[in-house]
């Protein structure tokens, strides 16, 4: 069984804190996906990394993937309330049957 | 963009009665469509995947006589909720993907409520 463990689950912070999201699995991954959904709405993609030790940058969020293609993280830097919602970590499988394997979510809450 | 609507957003029925949800991709085609399940506060449950002209494929657990799955063409997939019960009370979530592309879509989810 393939598993995606995602920490923290919850976190509560200050408007202007910095924090790190961590997705790890003994599991190598082809791709791996971040989402962001918010209550009563379906997930959003904020990115895709596929090669390992890729890096990508939006505005104050940053993605790693992994040299081994296996562990993921995400990092926030001055936090703003508007950044509050469920981040979920999604790993694609090889052998192209698109299934995602998700990490059990993190629950940001940034206090204004 | 890949925009994936879902209809209808919410559905209060009876239980024994029978609710459809239907996942349309509307820019682009879906070769593959995932239905997943999602309780409060948790992460997402893959509930089934579905291609386009063949059956689908159910996860170990998931009755697939009690959520009938359709995916009649490349922008289309249904899933009828046969006999809700309340327990079948949940959010529903379908995703749809790109063929050769592993980067799912969300649709923006079906709550439903079996009284």
């Known amino acids: 069984t393939q598993l995606l463990e995602q920490s923290p689950q919850f976190l509560s912070i200050q408007e202007g804190e910095n924090l790190t999201v961590y997705c790890n699995s003994s599991s190598v991954f082809s791709s791996l996906q971040w989402y962001r959904q918010e209550p009563g709405e379906g997930p959003v993609l904020l990115v895709t990394v596929v090669t390992g030790g890729e890096v990508k940058k939006l505005k104050r969020l940053t993605f790693q993937f992994g040299d081994a293609r296996k562990d993921s993280s995400l990092h926030i830097t001055a936090a703003q309330p508007g950044d509050t919602g469920l981040y979920l970590c999604?790993?694609?499988?090889?052998?192209?049957?698109?299934?995602?394997?998700f990490g059990q979510g993190t629950t940001l809450q940034v206090k204004p | 963009g890949a925009v994936v609507s879902q209809h209808p957003s919410r559905v209060i029925c009876k239980s024994g009665t029978s609710v459809k949800i239907e996942c349309r991709s509307l820019?682009?085609?879906?070769?593959?469509m995932f239905w997943y399940r999602q309780f409060p506060k948790k992460s997402l449950m893959l509930m089934a995947t579905s291609n386009e002209g063949s059956k689908a494929t159910y996860e170990q657990g998931v009755e697939k006589d009690k959520f009938l799955i359709n995916h009649a063409s490349l922008t289309l997939s249904t899933l009828t909720v046969t006999s809700a019960h309340p327990e079948d009370s949940s959010f529903y979530i379908c995703s749809a993907r790109r063929e050769g592309l592993e980067t799912q879509y969300f649709g923006p989810g079906t709550r439903l409520l079996v009284l």
């Open positions: 999604a790993g694609g499988l090889s052998g192209n049957t698109g299934k995602l394997i």
């Open positions: 820019d682009f085609q879906a070769t593959t």
